[in-house]
């Protein structure tokens, strides 16, 4: 058996593609002589400048061209964190005249989590939406939940766990009739399903670059025209004043080519293939030893989260070191801590000790799928 020590380059095999995804090789071509030639100031007006304005319209183009959205509503920030933190905030400190209670989910990314933790400290009122066994918000607790005081919703399009797709649009149908401001963080869901910016009707949407085959360190706020929204970043007059900082060109150029190839290719169906054979493989092999986390169909073609029953996940995964993925609870001196997550779904205790989730992308082959699932089967199975 390989081992973290010994084992070669060929034995590796990447499954965490919902952590972060390799950048594309055509997004790193486009991006290098921003890094080496053209490297003049975006905001400047002389000869240096010109194809960095060019090469950052064209990323906004692409962008718009994948989202279905206009150009002009397209902030650059540098990643989803800083984008879901300048929704909630901005949000808030434009809005509170108005009223100061947030809703949002129990499932979220800590980056919108601890956002709405912050704005409580200072006087605002957070409500924290359950879930179902499957990760899925009830409509109707949203609706009962909102009260003349709400000025801001913000619920994930795709949980990053469990691959949950939230019905964003029955959402938006909700918030607009109330003049509320509905935010999704659709991080995970980008590149992976098909992700309509007019379609969905939400107001604001995150956007990160190292879910989409682009750089880290790089993500798109879109705002809707007529949304009451403070700058995060305070300064200069860049992006039209809505985010002050000089713009990573690079980065910005890398961003642009990975949704141009977004919306270019078509992985959706070979992923899904993929990470049916996957699970199909595991479920004959553990049989009732193992049970598939989130909903089974509204839920993202490439995440496969999977509770290995009367196992630990850091156990699992010390036993196959070759492979990339992500554990769902964490063992601290003897007890076991599940994700929010899962503990939002209800999972049991020991249920949710041996969650592992994997995460497959553009470049997972079927061989890689075959291998994975015959080291898991050959070293846990018992």
């Not at 090789?25 to 400048?49: D, I």
């Not at 929704?87 to 947030?102: L, Q, V």
Request: charged share 20%.
């Amino acid at each position: 058996m390989a081992t973290g020590l010994n084992e070669t380059v060929e034995d590796r095999i990447y499954l965490d593609y919902n952590a972060s995804t390799p950048i594309d090789p055509e997004v790193l071509e486009e991006m290098l002589p921003f890094l080496t030639s053209y490297y003049g100031n975006p905001s400047s007006s002389h000869w240096a400048s010109e194809k960095i304005k060019v090469a950052i319209d064209l990323a906004r183009q692409r962008i718009a061209t994948l989202l279905n959205c206009k150009t002009s509503e397209i902030v650059f920030t540098s990643g989803g964190s800083e984008s879901n933190n300048h929704a909630i905030k901005g949000s808030y400190f434009a809005n509170r005249h108005r009223g100061n209670h947030i809703i949002t989910t129990k499932v979220e990314h800590p980056s919108v989590l601890n956002p709405c933790v912050f704005l409580e400290s200072i006087g605002a009122k957070v409500t924290y939406l359950d879930v179902d066994a499957y990760g899925l918000v009830d409509i109707s607790d949203l609706a009962a939940a909102i009260t003349k005081d709400t000025i801001l919703v913000s619920i994930m399009h795709a949980n990053n766990e469990v691959g949950t797709v939230q019905p964003l649009q029955e959402m938006a149908q909700i918030t607009s009739r109330r003049g509320i401001i509905l935010h999704t963080d659709a991080a995970q869901s980008l590149g992976k399903i098909e992700v309509n910016w007019d379609e969905m009707n939400v107001n604001l949407l995150t956007v990160a670059g190292h879910k989409l085959y682009a750089p880290k360190g790089v993500g798109a706020l879109i705002i809707r025209e007529g949304t009451a929204l403070i700058p995060h970043n305070h300064g200069a007059s860049h992006e039209v004043g809505r985010r002050a900082g000089t713009e990573n060109v690079p980065f910005i150029v890398g961003l642009g080519k990975a949704a141009d190839i977004a919306h270019r290719r078509n992985d959706h169906k070979v992923i899904k293939t993929l990470s049916n054979l996957f699970w199909k493989k595991l479920s004959d092999a553990f049989k009732d030893r193992i049970d598939m986390n989130g909903h089974p169909d509204k839920r993202l073609p490439n995440t496969l989260n999977v509770s290995f029953i009367g196992m630990i996940g850091e156990e699992i995964l010390a036993k196959i070191p070759e492979i990339a993925a992500t554990t769902g609870s964490a063992c601290h001196t003897g007890s076991i801590e599940m994700s929010p997550v899962l503990k939002a779904m209800k999972l049991s205790p020991e249920v949710a000790a041996g969650t592992v989730r994997f995460s497959i992308g553009r470049y997972t082959t079927e061989n890689e799928i075959e291998r994975a699932c015959a080291m898991i089967i050959e070293r846990i199975r018992v």
